[in-house]
């Protein structure tokens, strides 16, 4: 039977400044779309399989380009509801360079996915057949409603027999309404099989400490097997924690590598050094959607970890949210081909 691979959360109208320009140093901003779960998916569609995003878009102009967008990149949109009121989400980014960081403002309230309700949403129709669902700590940042959507989507996940999986991507600048983010996000990850995370996540997310700077350009790799056994213990339902190792030396360039605490054992990967960063948004979906595709494919971990990895390093590469890396392309670099050359 092939995989199906369900995801739900906001996809946003993405405004970037031109290359590195400051925000309006020249009146032009780039429109494309993006967001955590929707990147996800377009990565699994253009893996080959089939990937279903469920979301709520405002019928209008911008709604309707969104979706034709995922159309577009082969995602099934069947339960995304359209509504007559609300708006598209947005977010503004200016990327950085050097020393300079990039910079990332949001303007999502009152969204179409942000006023949506449990009760919008056949997320049992849309888990018939499901093979692993996808949600990330993004969606129920933006309200208690989100909250209580991602909720329920992830028990009726659990309930048809789906691997479940949470990114717990912890995002400051969203937890506003009212709950901590340990408040909301523990409960969700109760029901979990799959954690990915960077140790900050686990940290802002779950409120399990790690006693590293993650600042200083250089990880110390040995805390993450504590930290991750830490996730496990608190939550036995957890069967495998993959967490990424971004070394950021500067904005153009990182160390790129990640662990897995699975459920064979602990395992590192392999590291890469991305120089020349063309657009690092995305990147940490790009992961998530590689772990998916890698732990739904293949019985070694250690290459399921490396496929996810080589995937995310290849995004890098791409402007805009979306890994638009093929298969093929990632288990050549899995193979050691980096040398860039031309294919022809």
């Not at 709604?63 to 009121?85: C, P, Q, W, Y």
């Not at 789906?162 to 990114?167: G, L, M, N, R």
């Not at 006693?211 to 830490?230: I, P």
């Not at 595709?293 to 290459?303: A, T, W």
């Amino acid at each position: 039977m092939a995989n199906k691979y369900v995801t739900f959360g906001e996809i946003m109208l993405r405004l970037k400044s031109p290359e590195h320009e400051r925000f309006f140093q020249s009146p032009l901003l780039e429109a494309t779309f993006g967001g955590g779960e929707a990147n996800v998916a377009v990565s699994l569609a253009t893996f080959g399989e089939k990937a279903v995003f469920i979301t709520s878009l405002p019928q209008n102009a911008i709604g309707e380009a969104a979706l034709a967008e995922l159309r577009k990149h082969n995602v099934d949109t069947s339960f995304i509801n359209m509504t007559k009121d609300g708006r598209i989400g947005i977010y503004y980014l200016e990327t950085g360079a050097n020393q300079r960081p990039s910079l990332v403002v949001y303007d999502r309230d009152g969204s179409s996915v942000a006023t949506s309700k449990p009760s919008d949403y056949d997320f049992a129709a849309a888990m018939d057949k499901a093979t692993w669902f996808h949600v990330t700590g993004i969606t129920p940042a933006v309200s208690q409603s989100c909250a209580d959507c991602a909720l329920k989507a992830m028990k009726a996940a659990k309930k048809a027999g789906a691997t479940v999986s949470i990114d717990l991507n912890y995002r400051k600048k969203l937890w506003k309404y009212g709950k901590s983010a340990p408040e909301v996000m523990r409960e969700l990850t109760k029901y979990a099989d799959v954690v990915i995370a960077n140790e900050e996540d686990i940290q802002k997310c779950l409120g399990i400490e790690l006693d590293q700077d993650v600042t200083s350009g250089s990880l110390d790799k040995n805390a993450y097997k504590t930290l991750t056994d830490k996730v496990k213990k608190q939550f036995p339902n957890v069967k495998q924690v993959a967490v990424t190792l971004r070394e950021s030396k500067s904005a153009d360039h990182n160390g790129w590598s990640a662990a897995l605490n699975g459920k064979t054992g602990f395992y590192f990967s392999r590291h890469y050094e991305i120089t020349d960063i063309i657009d690092r948004v995305g990147g940490g979906d790009s992961f998530s959607a590689g772990i998916i595709y890698g732990l739904s494919n293949y019985d070694d971990e250690q290459y399921a970890l490396n496929f996810a990895v080589a995937a995310s390093a290849l995004k890098h590469t791409i402007p805009g949210d979306f890994n638009l890396t093929r298969k093929s392309e990632v288990e050549a670099l899995c193979k050691g081909d980096g040398s860039g050359r031309v294919q022809r």
